[in-house]
C-alpha cells in the first residue's frame, strides 16, 4: 500500500471526510440528488407512529374534566388534527392539538383511570345513546399507540425505542424456520447495527440490517410462528448445547427490559405466498456480492412463504455453496432471459465450459425447468430515479461502510451504482429501488453517521482546511503535493518530462519580499518546490498554496481573478477559499505551455505586489537578483504595485459565493463592481479608505505607509453611490438575522423588525429637506412592523379565515398549503418555525416570514384576546 492509499485508509475519521458538503459536490459535479420521496424506507422511518383514522380519548374543552372519543384527520410533525366522534364529516368543529401538551390517552384510559366519557354540547342532540355509540364507532377501531402517549415516551419517535441493549430476533438467512436472538449495539436512523446474543463484544460476526427488514422481528415471533429458536451453524460450534440454552433462559428473565414495542413493526412489508418448486432455475444476483447476474436454482422449499435459492456452480471441487433464503418478493431474483430481454450480460456459471452462455442448452443440459413468468411480481417503473443522480449507499463488501454513490444505470426497478470513496475498489452494485441499504442525499449527516467522500473530495478539503488551519499547513501540501505526483505518474495523458506542456519545478523562495497580501511565515512553511509535471496541474497547486498562506485568502483569489475584460492566453481553472467561515471562489487564468510559465510567475508575483521571484521555476540561494530585502515596502510598492484605478469585473462564467446568501460592495469608497462574494458587515458609520490595490488591514496583515494612499479614489464618492451602499447595507442586516434558524424565544424579537420591504426603502432612505442629500448615519434604520389589529379572535379563525389572512400578507401564494392542510385559527397560533419547516416543506427564508406573520397574530391575540 503506497502512501496516498494508506492515507484514504486511514482517513475514516478524518478531519477531511468531516468537511465533505453535498452541496458543494453536487455543484462541483453537476448532478442532482435522487429524490427524497424514492426512499419509501427513510419515510416511514421519520413518521411519528400516530396515522389518520387512529383513536385516543380527548378532554373536553372547557372544563377539561369529561372526555370524549375523537379521531386523528391529520398529522404535522408534532401536532394532531383531530374531530370528535359523532361530528360526521362536519369539519367545522375539528381542533389541532399538541402531543406535548395536549390531555391526549389511548382508547380504554377512563375506564382504567375512572374518568367520565361524556358527549360534547355540540353533538349532544345527535347521540341519543351514548353506550351503544361509543360501542358502534369502536368495534374495530385502532388506538393511538399507548407508548406514544404517556411518560417519559410521550412524543417520541418509535426508533427512540431500539435503544442499545434492545433485543429482538433474526431468521436464519440459511434457513426460514430458525431464528435466534440479536441484541442491538447501534442504531443509525432505524439502521441496526446487530450481534447475535452470546457471542462476545470483539466478535467479527456483526451485522447491519435496517429496523423493516422482512427477517428481523419482536422477541417472541419464533415461538408465535413455531419456528425454532437456535443460532446459525455459522456460530453454534462455538458454545455447547447447554450454554446456547443458558442465554435463552437469561434472555427470558430479562425480556421486560429490552423489549421493543411490536407495533413498531407494523410498517414491515407483508409477505406473500410463493409458487415456485424445487429445481426450478432463475436469474439471480447474489446479495452478498451483488455485482453480477447469474443462472441460480430453487433447491429447496420449506413452506409457502420462503424458500432457498443457490447459485449455480459446475466445478466439481466446489464444496461450499452461496445459498440464501427468499420470498416472493425478494430482491435480485428474474425469470430466465430476463438479462437478455433488458440488454445485460449474464455471467455463466462457473465451470461453465465455453464462453456463450445459452439458456436453452443450458436448461437441457441440467434436465430443469425455468421459473414461470407467474413465479415473479410484476415490477414497475414509477420509482424517481434516473441515471446520474447521487445517493448514499451502503457498501456491500463492507456494510459497516456507507459510500457516495452515482446511478450508472436503471432497469426497471433495479438500479446499477458506482460507489465512490470506499477503502476498497468495489464494481457495480445492482441493488432494487426498495433496497433498505441506499438513502437519500445527506442522510448520514442527519444520522450523524460517517460518510465516504470520494478520493478527490478529500484533497479539495484539505485545501481548505489549510485556510482555516494554518498551523497544519505543512501536512497539508506535502500530502496534497505528493498526491499530485501520483496523479501525475498514473494520469493517461501524462507527457513526457522534456514535453511542451511539461511544467518545470516551481520553487518556493521564502526569503524573497512577500508583499502586503501573503503571510512570511506561512511561506516558509510552503514545500520548497511543486513539479514537475503537466502546467494546469502544477500551477493549480501552486495557486492554491500560495491563496492559503495569505493573510486574507479571499483577497488574494480576488487580485487572481480574470478581469471580463482580459483576453484569455491560457486555461480557466475554478480556485477556491474559505476565510472566516465563507467560501469565496473565481475563474483565474492558468498557462498551459512550459514556454510561459516564467512569465506567468512573474506576473503573478507583480498582481500580489511581492517580489516577481517569490515564487517561479529559479531557485533563490542566497541573495534575490530583485534585491527585495533592501527595498522598503513603500519603495517596493512603488516599483512593483499598483498604482493604477483597476476595475475587477465579474469572471467569464458568472462564479458566485458558494455559502453566503447576500451581497454587498466592497468596503472601498470607489465605486467598483461587485466582487464575487460578500464581506462580514460593517458599521453604516465605518469608512474605508484604503486605496484599491492596498491591504485591508486584519491581524497580521501588514498596512501601506499613508503616502501610499490614492487620493483620487477617495474624491469620487458621490450621494447616489453612498445611497446604493447604505441600501445594500440595510438589506444586508436584514437578511443576516434571517442566515441562522432562531429559537422560538428569540423568533418574535427578530422577525418584529420583518415588514413589506417596498415600504422598507421606502422610510428609510426618504429625504425630506433635500432630495439629493444622502441620509446620515444615524437617519438610517429599519422600523418596528406596524401592529396588528384583528377583527376577531384567531381561536375562532376557520381555515377560510386563515388563508384569507395569509392572502392579505406577502405569503400569499403559501395560502394554498394551509388550505390543503386545513389549518384554522388555532392550529395557526401553535405553528412554530420547526413545524412549519418540517411539515410545510418551506426552505428557512419563506419559513422565517410566514413565522413573522404568525408573530404578528400571536402578539394580536395576546394584547386584544387573552384576557
Known amino acids: 500500500m503506497n502512501g496516498e492509499q494508506q492515507h484514504d485508509a486511514d482517513a475514516g475519521s478524518g478531519v477531511e471526510e468531516a468537511e465533505f458538503n453535498w452541496d458543494e459536490y453536487l455543484e462541483d459535479t453537476g448532478a442532482i440528488a435522487a429524490p427524497h420521496g424514492s426512499f419509501k424506507h427513510v419515510d416511514t422511518s421519520l413518521q411519528n407512529g400516530f396515522a389518520p383514522g387512529m383513536k385516543l380519548e380527548v378532554a373536553v374543552k372547557p372544563d377539561h374534566t369529561t372526555y370524549w372519543v375523537a379521531t386523528i384527520i391529520t398529522t404535522c410533525g408534532q401536532l394532531l388534527l383531530l374531530r370528535y366522534d359523532g361530528y360526521g364529516e362536519d369539519r367545522k368543529a375539528d381542533f389541532w392539538c399538541d402531543i406535548m401538551t395536549a390531555d391526549l390517552h389511548p382508547i380504554g384510559w377512563c375506564e382504567q383511570n375512572k374518568k367520565i366519557l361524556k358527549v360534547p354540547e355540540g353533538i349532544k342532540d345527535k347521540i341519543s345513546d351514548q353506550e351503544e355509540f361509543l360501542r358502534q364507532t369502536l368495534a374495530g377501531a385502532c388506538s393511538a399507540p399507548a407508548n406514544l402517549l404517556e411518560g417519559l415516551h ?119 405466498v410463493h409458487s415456485f418448486t424445487a429445481s426450478m432455475k432463475l436469474e439471480a444476483v447474489d446479495p452478498m456480492a451483488p455485482f453480477v447476474l447469474s443462472p441460480a436454482t430453487v433447491v429447496k422449499v420449506f413452506n409457502e412463504k420462503y424458500f432457498l435459492v443457490e447459485i449455480d456452480d459446475l466445478r466439481p471441487e466446489c464444496a461450499t455453496s452461496r445459498s440464501y433464503v427468499c420470498h416472493v418478493n425478494s430482491a435480485g431474483i428474474f425469470p430466465v432471459q430476463w438479462s437478455l430481454k433488458n440488454g445485460l ?30 413465479c415473479f411480481p410484476m415490477l414497475t417503473s414509477n420509482h424517481g430515479f434516473k441515471e ?141 518546490s511543486v513539479g514537475p509535471g503537466n502546467c494546469v496541474l502544477v500551477l493549480k497547486e501552486v495557486l492554491t498554496l500560495l491563496i492559503n498562506a495569505a493573510y486574507k485568502p479571499s483577497r488574494v483569489l480576488r487580485e487572481l481573478q480574470l478581469d471580463e ?114 464581506k462580514k458587515k460593517r458599521s453604516s458609520t465605518s469608512v474605508d479608505n484604503s486605496p484599491v490595490g492596498s491591504t485591508q488591514g486584519s491581524g497580521g496583515e501588514e498596512e501601506d505607509d499613508q503616502d501610499d494612499v490614492d487620493e483620487e479614489s477617495m474624491s469620487e464618492d458621490s450621494a447616489s453611490e453612498q445611497q446604493d451602499e447604505l441600501l445594500e447595507e440595510s438589506e444586508v442586516s436584514e437578511k443576516k438575522s434571517r442566515s441562522s434558524s432562531p429559537t422560538q424565544s428569540e423568533l418574535s424579537h427578530c422577525l418584529a423588525q420583518d415588514q413589506d420591504k417596498q415600504k422598507r426603502k421606502l422610510r428609510t432612505f426618504s429625504f425630506s429637506d433635500d432630495e439629493n442629500k444622502p441620509p446620515s448615519p444615524k437617519e438610517i434604520k429599519i422600523e418596528v412592523a406596524e401592529k396588528l389589529q384583528l377583527d376577531s379572535n384567531p381561536l375562532e379563525w376557520s381555515v377560510a379565515d386563515v388563508v384569507r389572512f395569509l392572502r392579505s400578507t406577502d405569503c400569499a401564494p403559501l395560502a394554498r398549503i394551509f388550505l390543503d392542510q386545513e389549518i384554522d385559527g388555532q392550529a395557526l397560533l401553535l405553528l412554530t418555525l420547526p413545524t412549519v419547516q418540517e411539515c410545510m416543506d418551506l426552505k428557512l427564508g419563506p419559513a422565517i416570514k410566514l413565522c413573522h406573520h404568525i408573530e404578528r397574530v400571536k402578539l394580536a391575540f395576546y394584547q386584544q384576546f387573552a384576557n
Request: net charge positive; charged share 25%.
Open 388 to 528: 446520474n443522480m447521487k445517493l448514499e449507499a451502503v457498501n456491500p463488501v463492507d456494510p459497516g461502510e456507507i459510500c457516495i454513490a452515482t446511478v450508472t444505470k436503471v432497469k426497471e426497478t433495479y438500479l446499477w451504482l458506482q460507489l465512490e470513496g470506499s477503502k476498497k475498489p468495489v464494481p457495480e452494485c445492482i441493488v432494487n429501488v426498495e433496497s433498505m441499504n441506499i438513502f437519500p442525499v445527506g442522510w448520514c449527516e442527519t444520522n450523524g453517521y460517517q460518510l465516504r467522500p470520494p478520493r478527490k473530495a478529500i484533497v479539495n478539503k484539505q485545501k481548505k482546511i489549510a485556510v482555516v488551519q494554518p498551523e497544519k499547513q505543512i501536512l497539508s501540501s506535502r500530502t496534497v503535493h505528493e498526491r499530485l505526483k501520483n496523479q501525475e505518474l498514473n494520469s493517461t495523458d501524462s507527457v513526457v518530462i522534456n514535453g511542451k506542456y511539461c511544467c518545470p519545478k516551481i520553487y518556493f523562495n521564502h526569503r524573497c519580499f512577500s508583499g502586503p497580501y501573503l503571510n512570511k511565515g506561512r511561506i516558509a512553511e510552503l514545500p520548497q
Open 565 to 678: 475584460d482580459t483576453a484569455w492566453h491560457g486555461h480557466g481553472e475554478t480556485l477556491k477559499a474559505k476565510y472566516k467561515g465563507k467560501s469565496y471562489r473565481a475563474t483565474v487564468e492558468v498557462v498551459r505551455t512550459a514556454d510561459r510559465v516564467a512569465d506567468f510567475c512573474r506576473t503573478t508575483c507583480i498582481k500580489l505586489e511581492c517580489c516577481p521571484n517569490l515564487f517561479g521555476p529559479q531557485m533563490v540561494l542566497d541573495k534575490c537578483s530583485e534585491n527585495c530585502s533592501v527595498l522598503t515596502k513603500t519603495k517596493y510598492t512603488h516599483y512593483y504595485g499598483k498604482r493604477k484605478n483597476k476595475r475587477i469585473g465579474r469572471p467569464p462564467g458568472g462564479h458566485s459565493n458558494l455559502e453566503a446568501s447576500m451581497k454587498k460592495p466592497s468596503k472601498r469608497r470607489k465605486r467598483r463592481k461587485h466582487f464575487f462574494v460578500h
Open 154 to 272: 410521550r412524543g417520541k419517535n418509535p426508533l427512540d425505542f431500539i435503544a442499545p441493549g434492545s433485543r429482538l430476533e433474526c431468521q436464519n438467512s440459511q434457513d426460514s424456520l430458525e431464528a435466534w436472538i440479536v441484541r442491538v449495539v447501534e442504531n443509525v436512523g432505524g439502521r441496526l447495527k446487530l450481534r447475535y446474543e452470546g457471542l462476545v463484544d470483539s466478535d467479527q460476526s456483526d451485522q447491519w440490517m435496517f429496523y423493516l427488514d422482512p427477517f428481523l422481528h419482536p422477541v417472541g415471533w419464533a415461538a408465535q410462528q413455531g419456528y425454532a429458536l437456535q443460532p446459525p451453524a455459522a456460530i453454534r460450534s462455538l458454545k455447547s448445547e447447554a450454554e446456547w440454552q443458558d442465554i435463552l433462559i437469561k434472555v427470558k428473565e430479562e425480556e421486560e427490559g429490552s423489549s421493543v414495542p411490536t407495533d413498531l413493526f407494523k410498517d414491515k412489508p407483508v409477505i406473500g
Open 345 to 374: 450480460h449474464l455471467s455463466p456459471p462457473a465451470g461453465y465450459p465455453g464462453q456463450d452462455f445459452d439458456w436453452a442448452d443450458y436448461l437441457k443440459q441440467c434436465g430443469a425447468e425455468a421459473a414461470p413468468q407467474s
